[in-house]
């Protein structure tokens, strides 16, 4: 036995060995349950499409009564967090979540955001983390109306730009869902905001194996968006 073991306390070794065999247990059944999971939402994935559509409802018609107190709020959640959706949208300063699905408070929304709304690496597994730890049932990705990003995409594949540092790399990501729509009726950029979040919906749906787990098990749904700036809503797409 190593020395550092053996100076564990009696239940520190209990709880070693409780952990180890529920990781042995995880990997021969094949199930994705790799944090120790605490209070979770019981709110469905219906429900909670359903309630991000009354909240930007809301917020369309009667923005004024959106008020939150989160005084209150941060003393509620301050020690553990259940949120029941996640946002993967833009990091454009004009698409806040929390404000445009009816000033949701603190603790409701899981929100990822970087500029076009992609699923690299970070995304991707802060997404898995919300859906296999927080239990969070629905994830959706919002993309906008005139997204810089998208557009910059879209000129990549008309104009052949060369975009400098990480941005680059970055807008490379969008590119094919740039070129899929390419030449299509209707708006270029518009058409691949759409298709956009709709590509990047269904790789966290099927090359996440937690997400695509979750699904499988119907406890988890996820959907593409597209958020109006003029208007202020947000269509989900199918």
């Not at 952990?19 to 019981?42: E, K």
């Not at 004009?94 to 409701?108: C, D, K, N, Y």
């Not at 119907?218 to 269509?235: F, I, P, Q, W």
Request: glycine share 8%; hydrophobic share 45%; aromatic share 6%.
């Amino acid at each position: 036995m190593c020395l550092a073991c053996h100076n564990l306390t009696p239940d520190r070794r209990k709880f070693l060995a409780r952990t180890a065999a529920s990781l042995t247990i995880a990997g021969v059944f094949g199930v994705p349950h790799v944090f120790a999971a605490g209070a979770t939402t019981s709110v469905t994935a219906d429900e909670a499409l359903e309630k991000l559509k009354i909240g930007n409802q809301k917020y369309v018609s009667t923005p004024q009564i959106c008020t939150a107190d989160l005084s209150a709020q941060r003393e509620q959640i301050a020690k553990a967090q259940a949120p029941w959706a996640a946002i993967l949208t833009c990091a454009d300063s004009r698409v806040p979540p929390e404000l445009l699905f009816g000033a949701l408070g603190l603790g409701e929304l899981f929100v990822a955001r970087n500029a076009g709304n992609t699923a690299d690496t970070a995304t991707m597994g802060t997404l898995e983390y919300g859906v296999e730890h927080l239990g969070v049932p629905l994830v959706v990705v919002m993309g906008h109306e005139r997204c810089g990003a998208v557009q910059a995409a879209c000129d990549v594949v008309t104009k052949h730009i060369k975009l400098p540092g990480s941005i680059g790399p970055m807008v490379d990501a969008i590119v094919p869902a740039a070129r899929a729509v390419y030449g299509k009726p209707g708006d270029f950029v518009d058409n691949t905001v759409r298709e956009n979040a709709k590509r990047t919906a269904a790789k966290i749906a099927t090359k996440s194996p937690i997400v695509s787990h979750f699904i499988k098990d119907n406890k988890a749904k996820v959907l593409a968006a597209r958020y109006d700036l003029d208007e202020g809503r947000v269509e989900f797409l199918t």
